[in-house]
Each structure stands twice: as structure tokens, then as C-alpha cells.
């Protein structure tokens, strides 16, 4: 990543007042606009672009302190800064650690500019074309995931979670500076992860992948204006009793031989309990009957989905002589052999 001299991009001393900033800016965007270079318009796009970054930094007051703090530092901050991010990048990739990021939503990024400009100055309101201060802007939505079990699933209702979440850095208030030098907390990349604890309301049934909001968790507005939302995204971990698919959910039953082939009442696990379950006589091995309504809620209410119970058999072992005779005798009963 390349350093951005803004000053020399503009034409100005460092120490230029901000009116000989914007006056460099409007003298330089009508040059080279590329409205005004119809015969070398890839060219003078990539200049506008240069000149309308380092316009963006210089012509902000906040953002060229940050900038003007950096100096001979800035390789070392755009190293810590980096490992920030790819940390935080590692865990939204990862998402069973509560990584968090901001959502790639419409106007998250800085798509356009350079690598230096978007490692320091991302995320920061932005000023117009004539050096205006931004409107207030709505804080990003933010997103993470959560890993829920079944039973949490199938009982829902209230749980405490805690979440690690990226916000700005509450010691230079995201600004990436402090007294004129680079912020030691969030090392001038302006922003800092915090674990937060939070009380959820957990629809019964929620599906893996589906979405639990809460409102104004999200990422800080801008200028008065309210903050984003937090979305939180269901991963259900695994069981070492029940699969679900969809509403419904299966489970392995071992039984004895004897059940299947004579019939029984019997015990089955549910989320709700054991029930009664009645094998009819001669049932197959790896059948699977159905207990109505013992799956998951449905998350938009009106009834549960089913359980599907799959009948293991478990045949007898170290027979005894009696009991091997008793076998040999059944299997000359059934072939017909006296």
C-alpha cells in the first residue's frame, strides 16, 4: 500500500488554510473532469478520482488532523491496521466465533478509491463536492451470527448472549487521532472491537440462516441520526439425538428384535418428553414411523412439525444353548423342517 501525498495531489503546502484547499480542489476538478476531457476520459477519470480523495481528507478537519498525524508512522499504522482488519475479516469468514463486521450494504464501502484511503478513512462521513458538511446519516446495519442448540430452537423465549462487535473507538471517538498523534487504542484506523452483552427474545422455530433483529444495536449514526440495526444470523449447532429438516425432526430408536417381531409399547425421546409410541407386530428393521406434531413449532405459529423415530434392532449376543436352539428351532419352523 502506497502513502498518498494529498497535499502534492492538490498542489498546496501542508500548512495551506483550508480556503486555498478548496480553491486548489474546484480549480483541479474542472480540469479534470471528464466531462472536459472527452479525448482522454479514462485518464483524467482516474485524476478526478485522486483529486476528489485528496479532497475528501484535506477539506475535512477531522480527517486531515488524522491524516497530518500519521507522518513518518504511517507505515507502521497501516500495518496494525490491516492486521485489524484482516482479524476482522477472518472472523466474519469464521462466523461461529461471534466475528462482526460491518454488512457490505449500500454505501458501506469506499469502492473507488485507493487502498490507503480506504485502510484509514472508510467509514468516516463524507463531505460534498463543495466542502459541505454531511447530512446526518443513518448507522450501518450491521450483521453477525449466533449459534443457537434445538432446544433453545424449540423452547425459544429470552437468553443472554454475548457478542464481540467492531464500533468506533471510543477513546478518539473515531476520529483516529489523539492530540494530534496517532489514537494508541484503535492505532488510527478509528475503530475497535468491544464484547457486548445483550438479552434476545428467540422465535420458537426459527430456521438455520433466518435473522433476529434488534433495533438500534447496529453501527453509530452520523450527526443525530439514529443507529443502525444488528442482525443476528441462526446457526444451530449440532445434536446427538435429533436432525432437523425443516419442521421436522429424526431421531434413532434402538429396540430390541423381539419388539419388531412380536410388537411393543415403548418410550420415546421428544423436545417435549418422552411419549408412548406402539410398534405394530413384524415391523421392519430401519422403519420409520411418525409421531404427529412432536417436531419443531412452526415459526409463524399454527401448529409443530412432526418427529420421524427410525427403529434400530439390536440382535441378541452370547447366545446361550437354549437360546441358539430355541433360533434353529424357529428357523426350521419357518422353512417348514420339523
Not at 473532469?33 to 477519470?45: L, M, S, T, V
Request: aromatic residues 8%; hydrophobic residues 30%.
Amino acid at each position: 500500500m502506497n502513502y498518498k501525498d494529498y497535499y502534492a495531489v492538490l498542489g498546496v503546502p501542508k500548512g495551506a488554510p483550508e480556503k486555498d484547499i478548496k480553491s486548489a480542489y474546484r480549480r483541479l476538478a474542472r480540469k479534470w473532469h471528464p466531462d472536459a476531457n472527452p479525448g482522454n476520459a479514462k485518464a483524467a477519470e482516474e485524476k478526478f478520482k485522486e483529486i476528489s480523495e485528496a479532497y475528501e481528507v484535506l477539506g475535512d478537519s477531522d480527517k486531515r488532523r488524522k491524516y497530518d498525524a500519521l507522518g513518518s508512522d504511517w507505515q507502521q499504522a497501516a500495518r496494525q491496521a490491516e492486521q485489524q482488519r484482516r482479524y476482522r475479516t477472518q472472523q466474519n469468514a469464521t462466523q461461529f466465533d461471534f466475528g462482526f463486521g460491518p454488512n457490505a450494504a449500500a454505501g458501506a464501502g469506499t469502492s473507488g478509491f485507493s487502498d490507503f484511503f480506504d485502510m484509514f478513512f472508510s467509514g468516516v462521513g463524507r463531505r460534498g463536492p463543495a466542502g459541505t458538511a454531511p447530512s446526518a446519516t443513518r448507522g450501518q446495519d450491521m450483521e453477525t451470527t449466533i449459534e443457537l442448540s434445538l432446544h433453545d430452537i424449540y423452547e425459544g423465549g429470552k437468553k443472554s448472549i454475548s457478542l464481540q462487535l467492531e464500533d468506533s473507538c471510543p477513546r478518539c471517538r473515531g476520529t483516529g487521532t489523539e492530540s494530534g498523534r496517532l489514537c494508541v487504542a484503535c492505532h488510527g484506523t478509528g475503530r475497535t472491537l468491544s464484547t457486548k452483552k445483550f438479552e434476545i427474545s428467540i422465535p420458537k422455530g426459527i430456521g438455520e440462516g433466518q435473522r433476529i433483529r434488534l433495533a438500534g444495536q447496529g453501527g453509530a449514526g452520523t450527526g443525530g441520526a439514529p443507529s443502525g440495526d444488528l442482525f443476528l444470523i441462526v446457526k444451530t449447532t449440532d445434536d446427538a439425538r435429533y436432525k432437523r429438516k425443516g419442521d421436522d425432526l429424526y431421531v434413532d430408536l434402538p429396540v430390541d428384535l423381539y419388539d419388531l417381531v412380536l410388537g411393543a409399547e415403548v418410550q420415546v425421546p421428544t423436545m417435549g418428553g418422552n411419549v408412548a409410541m406402539t410398534i405394530p407386530e413384524g415391523t421392519q428393521n430401519n422403519r420409520l414411523l411418525r409421531l404427529s406434531g412432536k417436531g419443531m413449532p412452526h415459526v409463524k405459529g399454527g401448529g409443530s412439525g412432526d418427529q420421524y423415530v427410525r427403529l434400530i434392532g439390536q440382535f441378541p449376543q452370547n447366545l446361550t444353548d437354549k437360546e441358539r436352539k430355541l433360533f434353529r428351532d424357529l428357523k426350521n419352523l419357518r422353512n417348514g423342517k420339523k
